[in-house]
């Protein structure tokens, strides 16, 4: 019986490091990455994600290219709604804010890095593991009363990076359509706001039916081009409409409910956090990731640098009129603006893939586990899979009011929970093995940072629901 359990107990450890990484496919570059040598996937159980990473070495990332990632990873539509995002927190009080909450993503990044690394320790033949293999391994080696909580908690944080991707992928549709909708109203073709997102339905099929992140990538790339020109020209024609309104015409501050509308739409904006595992023990030298002026922070400087000056500009231009896309702002006469709509919305468009991906990546996992069909045509049923989810994302996105509220509602439910919420969790499991480990400062801290969370969580859920049922009413 001991030497069984023994085999099992490898077993389940080849398993996950089998499933290491998985996100995004961005693994460190060894030939004992499983934790042995000659471990190879079966023909037979090959899907084609795994089957183009049979025998290849992989690319171990420098610093600017984890950099890139984290870039691509954490801006997103959520950069077009700045504008939204300080009207609801104020110039003065968003501005403020913005770094604070940069501050606590960053630290519970790290925190969530600390508990990898701890896991990884305590695991023989472990190379790394991502976000939710971290959690289940940290309750795992966590006070014993925790760790029959293990697994529900890998299938919690799997339903929340599952929910907040599905978002993305709705609130993409409604990016699209809106953009799309004001562009063919102009110049004559009048259709209805459901025929426009019914006729984007197809070409977005089509690249998420792929079931290869090597064909998706070069899409990926098209995507980032397209949203940094949208940005561009949209902040370039905004200065180029006249002087700027006086900042005593707009709010400095807010309070009550358009805060909690303000917090949700700031961490939806901060959407990379699912890639900070992957994306560390891709690089060649991963302690330069989380160093003091390591990749993770100055890139975060520069993002939230970027998302101050994107909102600040988009609110004292257009005030309490700004959109939940700041390109549904520009005027639909005029040309350029028309073309800026479009680029941006096929910049959206060929983001979706991307985010699609990582969804299936793990929703496809327990569904080929849990039926034979699945293990016997993996390919085709994953197809099936995914047109499922398309047409689910398409139905939410058909009766989706308000990009901006929807944003919100992601933001304040799921987005918070997954950076803020769990890792202090995590942080708490971790330290209480330790003699002393959890100290006041500590316990404070971590105390203060579930608190803000509890409270944006509540307040901003309860506000966005609110908004989208009177929305509705309308």
Same mark, same amino acid.
């Given at each position: ?24 496919e961005?693994?460190k ?5 499983n934790?042995?040598p000659?471990?190879q996937?079966?023909e037979k159980n090959?899907?084609l /994600? ?6 290849k070495?992989?690319?171990a990332?420098?610093?600017? /290219?984890?950099?890139?990632?984290l870039?691509k990873?954490s ?9 939204d995002?300080?009207?609801n927190?104020g ?8 770094p604070?909450?940069a ?5 519970? /990044? ?8 701890l ?12 976000y939710p /293999?971290?959690v289940e391994?940290?309750f795992?080696?966590g ?8 697994r ?7 339903m ?5 991707q ?20 102009q ?31 070069p ?8 949203l ?12 180029? #409409?006249?002087p ?20 949700g ?5 901060? #959407?990379?956090?699912a ?12 302690e ?8 993770l ?5 520069f ?16 005030? #309490?009129?700004?959109?939940g ?15 800026v709509k479009i680029v ?16 299936i ?10 039926y034979?069909c ?35 509602l992601?933001g ?16 708490f499991v ?12 500590t ?32």
């Amino acid at each position: 019986m001991d030497a069984d359990a023994e085999q099992h107990k490898q077993q389940k450890q080849l398993e996950a490091g089998n499933e290491m990484g998985k996100t995004l496919e961005i693994t460190k570059p060894s030939s004992t990455q499983n934790g042995s040598p000659s471990a190879q996937p079966s023909e037979k159980n090959m899907d084609l /994600e795994s089957s183009t990473a049979v025998g290849k070495k992989r690319h171990a990332t420098t610093n600017l /290219e984890a950099a890139t990632h984290l870039f691509k990873g954490s801006v997103g539509a959520g950069l077009f709604a700045m504008g939204d995002c300080f009207k609801n927190g104020g110039l003065v009080g968003a501005t403020i804010m913005m770094p604070i909450i940069a501050v606590m993503c960053v630290h519970c /990044e790290r925190m969530l890095i600390r508990g990898s690394m701890l896991a990884v320790e305590k695991t023989p033949g472990a190379v790394f593991y991502d976000y939710p /293999e971290t959690v289940e391994k940290c309750f795992e080696y966590g006070p014993r009363p925790l760790r029959r909580m293990s697994r529900a908690m890998k299938l919690i944080v799997e339903m929340f990076l599952c929910v907040t991707q599905f978002g993305f992928c709705a609130i993409y549709f409604v990016f699209i359509t809106e953009n799309l909708y004001q562009v063919l109203q102009q110049n004559g073709i009048d259709i209805s706001m459901s025929m426009v997102m019914l006729i984007t339905l197809l070409p977005a099929m089509i690249p998420s039916l792929m079931t290869n992140l090597k064909y998706i990538s070069p899409v990926s790339l098209l995507a980032n081009v397209a949203l940094l020109f949208g940005l561009i020209a949209t902040l370039t024609i905004s200065f180029q #409409e006249g002087p700027m309104p006086s900042i005593s015409e707009r709010h400095l501050f807010t309070s009550g409910a358009q805060l909690s509308l303000f917090f949700g739409t700031a961490l939806f904006s901060y #959407e990379g956090i699912a890639l900070i595992l992957p994306l560390r023990n891709s690089m060649r030298e991963p302690e330069q990731f989380s160093s003091r002026w390591g990749v993770l922070n100055l890139t975060m400087v520069f993002i939230t640098g970027l998302f101050i000056f994107t909102g600040f500009v988009s609110y004292m231009r257009w005030g #309490e009129l700004v959109e939940g896309s700041i390109t549904l702002n520009l005027n639909v006469e005029d040309v350029m603006s028309q073309v800026v709509k479009i680029v941006a919305a096929l910049g959206v468009f060929f983001g979706y893939p991307i985010q699609f991906f990582v969804m299936i990546k793990i929703l496809w996992p327990p569904v080929k586990r849990s039926y034979s069909c699945a293990q016997k045509y993996p390919i085709t049923l994953q197809v099936i899979l995914r047109f499922i989810m398309i047409m689910m994302t398409f139905c939410v996105a058909l009766v989706v009011p308000k990009l901006n509220l929807f944003i919100s509602l992601i933001g304040a439910l799921c987005s918070t929970s997954l950076a803020f919420v769990v890792p202090v969790i995590i942080d708490f499991v971790t330290r209480t093995q330790v003699p002393k480990g959890l100290g006041t400062w500590t316990y404070l801290k971590n105390l203060v940072i579930l608190i803000v969370a509890l409270l944006g969580i509540v307040t901003g859920t309860y506000q966005s629901i609110v908004e989208i049922v009177r929305e509705f009413e309308i």
